[in-house]
């Protein structure tokens, strides 16, 4: 009898671990933004601004929303590019209402007093500045040598963007051989051991890290939100044509009422999360003063995200980084003397807009702020492989979800061999482990029938939900003197 209690009773401590292993889970959002993001790289990659994959690529975004439930705003709206030449484009919007924060008393006590006034933007522009096929004449002036000015870079400089032909390549490696450059990368299953294949040409370039992986993060903390609500009220806007000095994100804010500009809270801009080596958080430039001087009210949108952070313990629990720049040069930030770069960014996206508005933004991206020199800013990676580019990503033929997906498969393959060798006791594994269990938009109980650890999924998928989670506990944070009015 004593064995079958203690048998019993060490089934109900596995039980409980089981339990508390599913509660580890933060962030367990499935593949379901970093599969959008892949889908719309792949199926609309030179989404240009004004062409027409970027306005089939607003019909499928579109679509997506309206099968989560949302009713969806297309804000049309024509421009001027740098060229000249006036284009169509479209912004797609949706809103979602908070459920308010709760006045507390000089005791700390919840009042009855409910506060819904301000509201939040989240944003991700969906277009990119290469063209492909669709190109006309009509759209722009013809290229010259096969090669077009782009008004947009990752470094926020002019960038040349060459035009090609869908036709296999191929490119001459070190040794003076030759190797083809195929045309689906996701066929060539590299190991690091091996020279990786360099893209030579935009033929295989999708946009995936900027900005269909902005797109896949914004929709999934969408989806997210309508089970983990907001405490203010909240409008998704997939920005057109952000390659065209940011014109989607300007139409937007030029539409706004003087009543909804003065309640609007924050804006965050989420561009480019996947490729970079690190995951910034950025305050704008409205928040620098000359020195080392900052504006609090500014930024304190971004450090309640850097507490996000720190409070979930993403490090430890899903091996994900947020930093901010903590560069610590002295640059010229147009305030009338020298400041500290520290904690913003002088990059241009589509918050600059709302940064010039002087409305508080919180800017993510991927990228490399261990720099020497402002000039070295646009440096998105020191990974060798990348070396070509200078460490650039953004509007580069490396912007491939296939070349991008094998090469961190293939990063990751390698550490894990690493990690092995380096084991000399490895912990034992379990052979039957956890179900990952999260709660879908009806309140029901969803299990699947295995559980990767949070720390093992792939980097698109571990960085979109990581970040889309940041945002959404971040909206969950009042102003001081209220707390989260819980439904």
Request: charged share 25%; aromatic share 10%.
């Amino acid at each position: 009898m004593l064995i079958i209690i203690l048998l019993l009773s060490m089934q109900s401590l596995t039980a409980c671990f089981k339990g508390s292993k599913q509660k580890d889970r933060i962030a367990d959002y499935g593949e379901y933004g970093s599969d959008f993001a892949i889908e719309l790289a792949r199926s609309y990659p030179y989404r240009s601004p004004g062409s027409s994959q970027e306005r089939e690529a607003s019909l499928l975004i579109t679509a997506e929303l309206e099968s989560l439930g949302y009713q969806v705003q297309v804000q049309e709206f024509s421009y001027t590019d740098s060229a000249g030449v006036t284009k169509q484009s479209q912004n797609i919007i949706c809103r979602l209402d908070g459920i308010g924060f709760i006045k507390l008393d000089e005791d700390g006590k919840e009042t009855s007093e409910i506060v819904r006034e301000k509201w939040v933007v989240i944003g991700a522009h969906y277009d990119v500045p290469v063209t492909g096929p669709d190109y006309t004449v009509s759209e722009a002036p013809p290229a010259e040598n096969g090669v077009v000015e782009s008004p947009y870079s990752s470094s926020g400089q002019t960038a040349n963007v060459e035009i090609t032909e869908a036709v296999e390549e191929t490119a001459e490696d070190e040794d003076g051989l030759e190797e083809n450059v195929v045309d689906d990368l996701d066929n060539s299953p590299w190991q690091m051991e091996k020279k990786m294949p360099i893209p030579v040409s935009y033929r295989t370039y999708d946009g995936i890290n900027n900005n269909a992986s902005g797109v896949g993060c914004v929709i999934s903390i969408a989806k997210e939100m309508l089970s983990d609500l907001p405490g203010y009220d909240t409008t998704f806007v997939f920005f057109g044509a952000g390659a065209d000095n940011y014109a989607g994100a300007r139409a937007y804010l030029e539409n706004l009422s003087p009543l909804e500009h003065s309640k609007l809270e924050a804006m965050y801009n989420i561009e480019a999360i996947f490729a970079g080596d690190k995951v910034y958080a950025h305050a704008g430039t409205n928040s620098v003063k000359i020195g080392n001087q900052k504006d609090y009210h500014l930024r304190r949108k971004l450090y309640e995200a850097t507490d996000v952070f720190y409070k979930y313990r993403l490090n430890t629990n899903n091996a994900y980084s947020l930093y901010t720049n903590q560069s610590g040069l002295k640059v010229d930030a147009g305030k009338g003397g020298t400041s500290i770069f520290s904690e913003w960014t002088a990059k241009a996206s589509d918050h600059t807009p709302f940064d010039l508005a002087g409305i508080p933004v919180v800017y993510f991206e991927s990228a490399e702020y261990n720099i020497n020199d402002i000039t070295e800013l646009g440096i998105e990676s020191r990974n060798p492989n990348f070396s070509s580019t200078g460490g650039k990503i953004s509007s580069t033929p490396f912007d491939s979800s296939a070349y991008l997906t094998a090469l961190f498969k293939s990063m990751a393959e390698s550490n894990a061999r690493s990690d092995f060798f380096l084991t000399p006791s490895p912990s034992p594994t379990n052979t039957d482990p956890p179900l990952a269990e999260h709660t879908d938009n009806e309140g029901n109980n969803v299990t699947s029938t295995t559980a990767i650890p949070m720390k093992e999924l792939p980097r698109l998928e571990k960085r979109i939900n990581s970040t889309a989670f940041i945002i959404i506990k971040s909206l969950q944070r009042g102003p001081a003197g209220f707390t989260f009015g819980r439904r």
